[in-house]
């Protein structure tokens, strides 16, 4: 293998890179110093893009929407496939990916730097997921004790004021 291979130097880095061209296309440069991964799973670089990107957020200039466009073509994708992952239908996930970008508009101010923003987006993403579900659930319980209540009306049965009262709250 030696033989059919060279050193070549990339930056801090030698790396043996095989003469056969079909080696060559699977051959994957090394990570370098600058994207080294941190603790959190995140790429060092891609923290301080999202470092530089929530001071520009949270700064009153004019570039602020700007920086939002920027969050939302970033992060976007990831957010709604784990909202995808929580609520299961496509049209639902959308809808939290919204609500998670308008929560996040209206708290970037409250984002603690030194923090990773892609876990703060995904907290409430899920949230927004949970929120969501929890609102469907609490829809068709008050949907079906309000069928019961008008089948038992149908059916001749006493009226309760009280159970109408319940539904509704």
């Known amino acids: 293998l030696e033989r059919q291979s060279r050193l070549?130097?990339?930056?801090?880095?030698?790396?043996?890179?095989?003469?056969?061209?079909?080696?060559?296309?699977?051959?994957?440069?090394?990570?370098?110093?600058s994207e080294e991964?941190?603790?959190?799973?995140?790429?060092s670089n891609d923290f301080?893009?999202?470092?530089e990107?929530?001071?520009?957020?949270?700064?009153?200039s004019p570039h602020g929407a700007l920086a939002f466009r920027e969050l939302v073509e970033r992060y976007a994708p990831l957010l709604q496939?784990?909202?995808l992952r929580v609520v299961g239908d496509a049209n639902d996930a959308e809808e939290v990916v919204q609500d998670a970008f308008l929560r996040v508009?209206?708290?970037?101010?409250?984002?603690?730097?030194?923090?990773?923003l892609r876990h703060w987006l995904y907290t409430i993403t899920s949230n927004s997921a949970r929120n969501l579900l929890r609102t469907r659930?609490?829809?068709?319980?008050?949907?079906?004790e309000?069928?019961?209540?008008?089948?038992?009306?149908?059916?001749?049965?006493?009226?309760?004021?009280?159970?109408?009262?319940h539904a509704l709250e």
């Open 53 to 60: 990107l929530v001071r520009r957020l949270q700064s009153d």
């Open 81 to 83: 496939a784990r909202a």
């Open 37 to 43: 991964w941190s603790a959190t799973g995140v790429r």
């Open 8 to 33: 070549v130097s990339r930056g801090a880095y030698v790396v043996r890179i095989p003469q056969d061209p079909r080696l060559q296309t699977a051959w994957r440069q090394p990570v370098r110093a």
């Open 137 to 144: 659930a609490r829809e068709r319980r008050r949907i079906a």
């Open 146 to 165: 309000f069928a019961h209540q008008v089948r038992t009306e149908q059916q001749g049965g006493a009226h309760d004021p009280d159970v109408g009262n």
């Open 105 to 116: 508009h209206r708290s970037i101010r409250r984002f603690r730097q030194g923090k990773p």
């Open 48 to 51: 301080r893009r999202d470092a």
